[in-house]
């Protein structure tokens, strides 16, 4: 995290996001095919020039929508996931060499990004064990006689994450599904920006409803939402 965590208003432009990424970077994005990433950020993103960017994310997204317009915009050098099915252009650029792309089961994928959130250095598993394919040089270890493969954790230089609401202070409440990887995200960055669809003062959330504790979050933009209609036409 950086070191914006003890401020109580950690509510900046959504221009400023910017300054903080620059090319070369790893990212890490919340989301589950578009669905929980930040929009707004996102598009931010695409106004600046970055590039050769390592994203970490459950998936490419779609052609136009979320962090699939990254991809399509060959902004992604390298990219972490669990698939790329559902953006065609990430497939057609990993066979063309753009894209290095490293493949990662969901439920792996979500344990390192956990991992990573809590300071661990990786997690033990057994998925792959024997297959040279999945092994692929990967260290592996045997407790009480079974053996396990070593999956390291992930971190990012910037965890971008998308909430429902989100107080001054940065605790976060999701919306249902939506939710789905932005709560581990968020603790795997040196530096977390959540966008936020509705900002409230610190205190007006109740304690229960808070998924994200605000000492993970070292930013806050208001979302300007998205137009899901037009995202899906391009698709």
């Known amino acids: 995290m950086g ?55 459950n998936d490419a997204g779609f052609p136009q929508i979320g962090v699939g317009k990254l991809v399509t915009e060959k902004r992604i050098k390298k990219l972490i996931a669990s698939h790329i099915g559902s953006n065609p252009n990430a497939g057609k650029q990993m066979t063309d060499g753009d894209l290095e792309v490293i493949f990662s089961p969901q439920g792996t994928l979500a344990e390192r990004i956990r991992a990573g959130g809590v300071g661990l250095g990786g997690v033990l598993v057994d998925v792959g064990v024997a297959n040279p394919i999945v092994e692929n040089g990967k260290q592996k270890i045997v407790i009480n006689e079974k053996p396990f493969l070593v999956e390291p954790a992930l971190t990012a230089n910037v965890s971008f994450v998308y909430a429902k609401k989100g107080d ?6 999701y919306d249902t599904s939506a939710r789905n990887t932005n709560p581990l995200v968020a603790m795997a960055g040196d530096i977390t920006i959540a966008e936020v669809e509705k900002i409230v003062d610190t205190g007006e959330l109740h304690p229960e409803e808070i998924i994200t504790p605000g000492a993970f979050v070292d930013y806050i933009v208001q979302s300007e939402g998205v137009n899901w209609t037009w995202a899906w036409e391009k698709k």
């Open 168 to 173: 001054r202070f940065g605790n976060l409440v």
């Open 3 to 57: 070191d914006n965590v003890g401020t109580m208003n950690k509510v900046i432009p959504l221009r400023e996001v910017t300054s903080y990424v620059s090319s070369g970077m790893t990212i890490m994005v919340g989301g589950f095919g578009g669905v929980g990433n930040p929009p707004s950020i996102i598009n931010e993103l695409m106004k600046s020039n970055v590039h050769q960017l390592t994203l970490i994310c």
